[in-house]
């Protein structure tokens, strides 16, 4: 049988090169650099047997209706697999995959240090300072920051990135580390030396907090107003997960009337949207108390081409009838 790939946007090589090798396989890559529009994605996915798709694009019913009853599997290429309706996908018996990789936890965590360090230093912002030529004369009292040394970082989320996270800081900075999950994790906390708290808990006594939680119906707005209000006045929270963890809203009025110190956000509510509602004057981007990434925690060429040779694994895996190595179960 020949099976019809259709890949919603051109990716790293890596993946593409091992399915060019299969004989039995058809790609149809929708090229460019923009999200494919959503009526073009409904008449692209037409007869595909297998869609590659990317985060950017919502696969439900009516993708799978209009890709028709051939369709077997979304390898998706992303980690998160928030934007494909697996339930929908199961009871169609359309198999559903993501991308995890140990290069992507470990870059994904050099983000979010990255970001932690951009804001306990106030890089970007003295980055703007120096570029607008501000810089006038030395201050013992300019620009200060906060150091990392010493401090207590907490990650929300006891997966594989919160660990590397914790890990990597642990390791090298001398920092205090504890974590929160639905329930206690002895293998992380041997692997992180990571002290358990509950949400609460970690809200009130971390300067960095991190979250590293799926998307799903038990963490949208996670930290919302009564959650930031636990936190420090002092405190940073960073989001490399997903924008929907983090009620946006609230975040803005407790940065705005620095609640928190400030945060570190490389996802948004409304991505790609960086403010849901700019009307209402509290426009992320005006803010000097946040450091703004377009949801690049995983764009490195390894990271990015891991991810591509994952999805052509799992696609692999399935056109010659074996379990792909990363099934969602939703
Ligand atoms: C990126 O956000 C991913 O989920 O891989």
């Given at each position: 049988?020949n ?15 091992m ?5 039995n396989?058809?790609?149809d ?15 692209r996915v ?12 919502k ?33 169609r ?22 970001l932690?360090f ?6 970007t ?14 201050g ?17 989320g006891?997966g ?54 799926p ?31 983090i ?56 990271a ?22 990363n099934?969602?179960?939703?």
């Open positions: 049988m099976y019809k790939i259709f890949v919603t946007r051109d990716i790293p090589d890596d993946g593409l090169k399915l060019r090798q299969l004989k396989v058809v790609l890559i929708y090229p460019g650099e923009k999200a494919i529009p959503r009526k073009e994605l409904l008449k037409k007869g595909a047997d297998i869609i590659l798709s990317i985060l950017t694009e696969i439900d019913k009516q993708v799978f209706d209009a890709a028709g009853p051939q369709l077997k599997m979304i390898a998706n290429f992303a980690v998160g697999f928030d934007n494909v309706d697996v339930k929908e996908a199961k009871k018996g359309i198999l559903v995959t993501n991308t995890p990789h140990e290069n992507v936890c470990e870059t994904v965590a050099e983000h979010t240090i990255a932690i951009a804001l306990a230093h106030r890089i912002e003295a980055d703007r300072f120096t570029r607008a030529g501000r810089y006038e004369c030395w013992p009292k300019m620009m200060l920051g906060t150091d990392l040394w010493k401090k207590t970082v907490g990650v929300i006891a594989r990135i919160g660990g590397a996270v914790l890990k990597r800081l642990a390791d090298g900075f001398d920092v205090k580390v504890i974590y929160n999950d639905m329930k206690k994790n002895p293998i992380f906390e041997k692997a992180t030396g990571a002290k358990y708290r509950t949400l609460d808990q970690l809200l009130k006594e971390a300067d960095f907090v991190s979250l590293h939680v998307l799903c119906t038990a963490t949208k707005h996670l930290i919302s107003t009564r959650e930031l209000k636990l936190m420090k006045p002092t405190a940073f929270i960073i989001n490399t997960a997903r924008g929907p963890i009620d946006e809203k609230a975040l803005l009025k407790a940065l705005a009337s620095k609640q928190i110190a400030g945060a570190g956000l490389d996802v948004f509510e409304c991505e790609p949207m960086i403010d849901c509602d700019p009307r209402d004057n509290l426009e992320l981007r005006k803010m000097e108390n946040v450091v703004l990434t377009p949801h690049t925690a995983s764009a490195t060429i390894e990015r081409q891991a991810m591509s040779r994952v999805a052509a694994e799992n696609i692999i895996a399935f056109i010659k009838g074996k379990t792909p190595p099934v969602c179960l939703g």
